[in-house]
Structure formats: structure tokens, C-alpha cells
């Protein structure tokens, strides 16, 4: 798959809408799957750039 857009406006036109109850979890999704799409193959943890992110995914994943 080839983004016609930076990986940023992609994500967040797709996801940007999400309604999860926060505001603040659709912010954390638009950012996962920017950061998912950036580093395509790899890992959620090789694709977060530090430990904070790493944890805000783990985070959201679980809630």
C-alpha cells in the first residue's frame, strides 16, 4: 500500500473522527497508527519513538 499523503493527515483523516469517549484516545490513535505507518513491518515498540509512547499504546491497548 502507498500513502498519497504524509503518514499524519492519512492517519488522521482515517481515524481522527473515531469517537471513543475521550478526546484524548482518538489523539493516542491518530498518533499509534501515524507511528505504526511510518515504520510499516515493525513493531509497536520499534515504531514508538521513546518509552512514553510505548506506554501510551500499551495504555490504550488495554483500555
Known sequence: MTFSMDT???ANKQFGH???GDKRRTKRLVKI???LAKNAGKSLVKA???DAS???AYR???N
Do not use: H, P, V
Open 8 to 10: 499524519a493527515k492519512w
Open 18 to 20: 473515531a469517537e471513543l
Open 33 to 35: 497508527t501515524t507511528d
Open 48 to 50: 514508538s519513538k521513546d
Open 54 to 56: 510505548i506506554e501510551g
Open 60 to 62: 490504550f491497548i488495554r
